[in-house]
């Protein structure tokens, strides 16, 4: 049995790169970039710690796309078999965890870099 995760061919770097740095926890996550004091702290917009778990299963923002996400299981899995073994580890998880990410562009750059200006937005006002 391989070790090597293989991507569907044709995956685009930028997706590819997402898809990892969720599988490892490293990237462009507030908990991973707290720990390299890059941001002030490791917290989501709704409070609770930015890691590849939550933006993945039970961040809110993402509920529309997660229930097609889910919903791309049908008959495969029951819900209460999700959880980031099966979505990262498995063909069918990484299959589809793609379509998420493709849809949602977490853990893009591009992500991370309008969510910062939203911040820093919602700062500025703030401070007016």
């Known amino acids: 049995m391989s070790k090597r995760i293989n991507l569907p061919l044709g995956t685009l770097r930028p997706l590819a790169s997402a898809f990892f ?7 462009y996550l507030k908990s991973y970039l707290h720990r390299l004091n890059i941001v002030s702290n490791n917290k989501c917009r709704c409070g609770k710690t930015e890691n590849a ?3 993945l299963l039970y961040y809110t923002l993402y509920k529309e796309e997660r229930s097609r996400l889910f ?4 008959g495969s899995l ?11 580890h498995t063909e069918i998880g990484i299959s589809n965890i793609l379509v998420f990410l493709k849809e949602t562009s977490i853990c893009t750059r591009k992500w991370h870099i ?15």
Do not use: C, T, Y
């Not at 029951?78 to 990262?88: C, H, P, W």
């Not at 309008?114 to 007016?128: A, K, L, N």
């Open 53 to 55: 778990k939550h933006l």
């Open 21 to 27: 740095q969720l599988k490892l926890g490293h990237g």
């Open 71 to 74: 919903s791309r299981f049908q």
């Open 78 to 88: 029951d819900a209460s078999a999700f959880n980031l073994r099966v979505l990262l």
């Open 114 to 128: 309008e969510r910062s200006v939203e911040v820093e937005e919602v700062e500025i006002g703030e401070g007016e």
